[in-house]
T-cell receptor
Framework: DARVTQTPRHKVTEMGQEVTMRCQPI?????VFWYRQTMMQGLELLAYFRNRAPLDDSGMPKDRFSAEMPDATLATLKIQPSEPRDSAVYFCASGLLGRELFFGEGSRLTVL | DAKTTQPPSMDCAEGRAANLPCNHSTISGNEYVYWYRQIHSQGPQYIIHGLKNNETNEMASLIITEDRKSSTLILPHATLRDTAVYYC???????????FGKGTSLLVTP
């Protein structure tokens, strides 16, 4: 089965450290999303790419977060420097425009 | 995005039908109703979506009222593995969800 692959599955780091999360979308999908899930805020959009171009990153703290798609098989979400409030589960999802999304298993981040 | 309202939690006996309601009274004409679910510690999983007609697939049925202001997701024979958080979201054609909300936590009991 084709699936969205995310790494790492779990990450524990100290405040101030750089964190990079990676996502391999399903081959052929032209949209890629990064969502963050916390108990308080639920599942909220951080960034949206279509055909590798960033179209919406309004939900992302610009000063410390960055999202890129260096090629069609890789999307990255970077936090530098990380803070305890960034602790959450980060999900990547991919799909075809206007169709359902396929989510990865998530990257659980804990910032101490 | 049109806002949706779902009950925070529901229970259902195994083998019975689970009917999960969703209110989306401000939905626009070009917005679809999507349902996803999230089993504990997993990523959300697509279930079904519709515009105005009722829809059925191998997982569930979606009933949308004629005025489109509410809908019901039906799991016809709930199993313990259907225990999950169910999200109802409204998305415009070729659009995407900014927030999935808190959903309904469904507990299927033996």
């Amino acid at each position: 089965d084709a699936r969205v692959t995310q790494t790492p599955r779990h990450k524990v780091t100290e405040m101030g450290q750089e964190v990079t999360m990676r996502c391999q979308p399903i081959l052929g999908h032209n949209t890629v999303f990064w969502y963050r899930q916390t108990m308080m805020q639920g599942l909220e959009l951080l960034a949206y790419f279509r055909n590798r171009a960033p179209l919406d990153d309004s939900g992302m703290p610009k000063d410390r977060f960055s999202a890129e798609m260096p090629d069609a098989t890789l999307a990255t979400l970077k936090i530098q420097p990380s803070e305890p409030r960034d602790s959450a589960v980060y999900f990547c999802a991919s799909g075809l425009l206007g169709r359902e999304l396929f989510f990865g298993e998530g990257s659980r981040l804990t910032v101490l | 995005d049109a806002k949706t309202t779902q009950p925070p939690s529901m229970d259902c006996a195994e083998g019975r039908a689970a009917n999960l309601p969703c209110n989306h009274s401000t939905i626009s004409g070009n917005e679809y109703v999507y349902w996803y679910r999230q089993i504990h510690s997993q990523g959300p999983q697509y279930i079904i979506h519709g515009l105005k007609n009722n829809e059925t697939n191998e997982m569930a049925s979606l009933i949308i009222t004629e005025d489109r202001k509410s809908s019901t997701l039906i799991l016809p024979h709930a199993t313990l593995r259907d225990t999950a958080v169910y999200y109802c979201i409204v998305i415009p054609n070729s659009g995407y969800a900014l927030n999935f909300g808190k959903g309904t936590s469904l507990l299927v009991t033996p």
